[in-house]
């Protein structure tokens, strides 16, 4: 109850797992939303909580065979996209949505996007300056989100972070 109070000004937690790991608590917070989750990020990282400074990171989501790629510039094509993604195993479908500035890809085989996940993180594509920032998404649940891309495909690992008291370091995204 006490970690709620203390990020739950960043946006809803939809589950919060507390655990010791060599004399420290963690918590780790699944936000519903990805901009709760930088929020926390960006203002809590490297703060004080009870006499121990935090170090707050995001963590992956599971593996699926599907992604969610953020910071896609508008000058980027979906051509552009395939050409680049294809390079890991087949790509079966990518939408570009141009106002999120995001896109969501859908790969054959999870093993392919797992691998696409890990090499796209942080770089750019075309002449775009824009790092990627790239996760498994998630599905909505039935009847959910229909016609509103936004709700119906969120990437899920960015979600969740993890704040450690008791670390001196800050923490990377």
């Known amino acids: 109850a006490e970690v709620a109070a203390v990020f739950k000004s960043f946006g809803y937690i939809d589950s919060i797992v507390l655990r010791t790991v060599r004399g420290q608590v963690q918590a780790e917070m699944k936000f519903r939303s ?3 989750a930088v929020r926390a990020k960006r203002e809590m990282d490297g703060r004080r909580i009870w006499q121990a400074r935090s170090r707050v990171d995001f963590c992956m989501g599971p593996a699926s065979c599907e ?3 953020g910071s896609v510039h508008g000058s980027i094509t979906e051509q552009q996209l395939i050409a680049e993604l ?5 790509v079966a479908e990518v939408r570009l949505h141009r106002n999120s500035k995001c896109a969501y890809v859908a790969y054959e085989r999870t093993q ?3 691998e696409a996940a890990e090499a796209m993180r942080g770089r750019t594509i075309g002449t775009s300056t824009w790092r990627l920032k790239v996760d498994f998404w998630e599905r909505p649940e039935p009847g959910r989100g ?5 709700a119906a495909m969120r990437p899920v690992g960015e979600r969740r972070m993890s704040s450690t008291g008791g670390s001196d370091r800050g923490g990377g995204e």
């Open 146 to 150: 229909v016609g509103d891309a936004q």
């Open 34 to 36: 990805l901009s709760s």
């Open 86 to 90: 294809s390079r890991f195993g087949k």
């Open 67 to 69: 992604l969610w790629l």
């Open 112 to 114: 392919d996007a797992a």
